[in-house]
Nanobody, 128 residues
């Protein structure tokens, strides 16, 4: 069965860095785009980034551009989110997600309601 398992969250000071990992199983990662979302308490789930599988194109929400980098290693069946210059407003539970009908691209990656699968999430807390 399809599984997405996030890891790498934790407590970090403002300005610090974390790398989140998403381990994929139960499907052929090579053929599918993967997205990262986050959800802060009392807020809706927000699309943060997406990486295509066809050409490795990457997409980011404006609030993280220049600070976050998404990448993938199909051989290891992993997708990563490198987060630098973290801010308190980045505090949230971070999820990776998969939409099968998107295939290899990220056409509307911020529409959380279109996702078929989510991981369990990993908590990121940015605080001094």
């Amino acid at each position: 069965q399809v599984q997405l398992v996030e890891s790498g969250g934790g407590l970090v000071q403002p300005g610090g860095s974390l790398r989140l990992s998403c381990a994929a199983s139960g499907f052929t990662l090579d053929y599918y785009a993967i997205s990262w979302f986050r959800q802060a308490p009392g807020k809706e789930r927000e699309g943060v980034s997406c990486i295509s599988s066809s050409d490795g194109s990457t997409y980011y929400v404006d609030s993280v551009k220049g600070r976050f980098t998404i990448s993938r290693d199909n051989a290891k069946k992993m997708v990563y989110l490198q987060m630098n210059s973290l801010k308190p407003e980045d505090t949230a539970v971070y999820y990776c997600g998969l939409v099968f009908r998107y295939g290899s691209s990220c056409p509307r990656f911020r529409r959380s309601y279109e996702y078929d699968y989510w991981g369990q999430g990993t908590q990121v807390t940015v605080s001094s």
